[in-house]
């Protein structure tokens, strides 16, 4: 029987009025983007968003772009909570999971692939965009992003995510209850962190860790073990986000990896962008 441990976390995920999608903040990256100016829209009308959860940031990202009329498809076991618009026509859920390395059976091929925020579940990002490309037009527009760890983080990440899938097959209700205990060492950390700063004069940039003032908070989170609290937040909220980031993956998917990558299979690469210390997007024409 298969495995669906993932899909019920993510199913519970589905739960929290917070979630891991902030649907703002993306939106920067794709303004003034000369290429979208030039696009012949009518031709674009059908979109294939994989991993959008409620889809509220690609439909964002799709107004900003002025697109009107779209067919949108979106692929995720959690339902779309997007409402028609003069932008989204038609919304299809296609109600499942993607692997990275089983062809899909989409009746279509699509003419723009928004993926965000959703490859860093993946064993292996570029895996799942070569099986994703293979439903796009030619010229299709790809827009993809990438998930980059500094090292110690990485390797913390998939221990944990090791760790979560494990307790959660065992006994669900249980891993809930040590995500608690694990938020609630987060918040105290987070607690005592909080007006700590520190002014890195030599950098450790292989390690992630940047000159400049920083908070330790930040260090600890960005480079270390992805403790996250904000004061007020509940335990719950805290818990969510946690297993978020357990739920993720820790690849080498670097700038020049993307690059390369890209030149390598043909996909003209329009903008290659960091837009946090831990995701590059790619925009690129298939
Ligand atoms: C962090 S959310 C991102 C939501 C949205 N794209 C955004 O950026 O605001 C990740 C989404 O990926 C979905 N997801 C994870 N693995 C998936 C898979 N194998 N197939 C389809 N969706 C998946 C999850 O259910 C979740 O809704």
Redesign the pocket.
């Known amino acids: 029987m298969a495995d669906d441990t993932k899909e019920r976390i993510?199913q519970w995920l589905g739960n929290f009025t917070t979630s891991?999608?902030?649907?703002d903040k993306y939106l920067p990256i794709f303004k003034n983007k000369k290429i979208f100016e030039v696009l012949s829209k009518e031709k674009i009308k059908r979109v294939l968003i994989?991993?959008?959860?409620t889809c509220k940031?690609?439909q964002k990202i799709l107004k900003t772009l002025k697109f009107k009329n779209l067919s949108l498809f979106s692929?995720?076991?959690?339902k779309p909570k997007v409402y028609e618009t003069e932008v989204v026509k038609t919304i299809t859920w296609i109600e499942g999971?993607?692997?990275e390395d089983q062809v899909f059976k989409f009746s279509h091929k699509f003419d723009i692939l928004i993926c965000?925020?959703?490859s860093r579940?993946f064993k292996n990002p570029f895996n799942l965009l070569a099986n994703l490309r293979k439903h796009l037009k030619k010229n299709a527009v790809i827009i993809f992003d990438f998930y980059y760890l500094p090292p110690v983080r990485q390797k913390v990440v998939n221990v944990m995510n090791n760790w979560l899938l494990s307790e959660w097959k065992k006994d669900e209700k249980n891993a809930q209850k040590k995500l608690l205990t694990l938020s609630l060492i987060s918040k105290e950390l987070a607690r005592l962190a909080k007006n700590s700063k520190i002014v890195v004069k030599d950098e450790i940039s292989e390690l992630g860790i940047f000159k400049g003032k920083s908070n330790i908070q930040s260090i600890i989170y960005e480079s270390i073990f992805p403790f996250w609290s904000r004061e007020n937040a509940s335990l719950k909220k805290v818990s969510s986000l946690l297993t978020?980031q357990f739920l993720s993956i820790g690849n080498n998917t670097s700038k020049m990896k993307i690059t390369n990558y890209s030149k390598k299979n043909h996909i003209k690469i329009v903008s290659l962008e960091q837009i946090s210390k831990d995701t590059n997007i790619l925009i690129g024409l298939n």
Do not use: M, N, Q
Not at 20 to 23: F, H, L, N
Not at 75 to 78: A, E, F, P, R, S
């Open positions: 993510f891991a999608e902030a649907p994989i991993g959008g959860g940031s690609e692929c995720d076991v959690v999971k993607i692997s965000l925020a959703t579940y978020w």
